[in-house]
């Protein structure tokens, strides 16, 4: 949760949701802090080849893709 820190900023909700097996995306709502109006949702599941593409950035890097084989790898690619 982020609140407006300018008179033109937006209030910003991040959820965290499983977007299948043990993958997490991060969903978006930017709310205009006047009307309450939502300005902009940022969705992993419904999002664009560019949403997907930075979707998967976290998975892969941080090992979380392949479970526990995958953990390992990144630590051993890491001290290489």
């Known amino acids: ?3 407006p ?3 033109d900023d937006s209030y910003i909700f991040t959820m965290h949701v499983d977007i299948g097996g043990i993958f997490l ?6 709310v205009d ?9 940022a969705d992993p599941i419904t999002g664009g080849a560019g949403n997907v593409f930075l979707q998967w950035q976290w998975p892969l890097h941080s090992g979380q893709a392949l479970g526990l084989t995958g953990r390992i790898l990144v630590l051993v690619s890491g001290l290489a």
Do not use: E, P
């Open 1 to 3: 949760f982020s609140v």
């Open 25 to 30: 995306g991060r969903r978006q709502i930017v």
């Open 33 to 41: 802090q006047y009307s309450g109006a939502i300005r902009y949702v």
């Open 5 to 7: 820190h300018a008179a």
